[in-house]
């Protein structure tokens, strides 16, 4: 069973920028991979996918702000954030995008004051 570590989480004010790491303990070479994220009191929401072949795609609160990439070779996957805003706060996992997901890591927090 594949373990997904995250992490690149921080404070951060409105207008900042993070890159989010998500480490995985195998290969992840032959799938679809996604960033989800948590707020307070809401649901896990997919936020960002990349395919094995590298086709992106993003949820319109995050779409021109956030971008996807993945490094096949380090079984990475990344997300860098841009122009955060207070509503991207939340607990941010990775996982698969598409079929059965891996167990859950522990996701890395991520705080954007306004």
């Known amino acids: 069973q594949v373990e997904l570590v995250e992490s690149g989480g921080d404070f951060v004010q409105a207008g900042g920028s993070l890159r989010l790491s998500c480490a995985a303990s195998?290969?992840?070479?032959?799938?679809?991979m996604g960033w989800y994220r948590q707020a307070p009191g809401k649901q896990r929401e997919l936020v960002a996918t990349?395919?094995?072949?590298?086709?992106?795609n993003y949820a319109d609160s995050v779409k021109g702000r956030f971008s996807i990439s993945r490094d096949n070779a380090k079984n990475t996957v990344y997300l860098q954030m841009n122009s955060l805003k207070p509503e991207d706060t939340g607990v941010y996992y990775c996982?698969?995008?598409?079929?059965?997901?891996?167990?859950w890591g522990q996701g890395t927090q991520v705080t954007v004051s306004s």
């Open positions: 996982n698969t995008a598409a079929g059965v997901p891996f167990s």
């Open positions: 195998g290969s992840i070479f032959s799938n679809a």
């Open positions: 990349i395919t094995n072949r590298r086709i992106t």
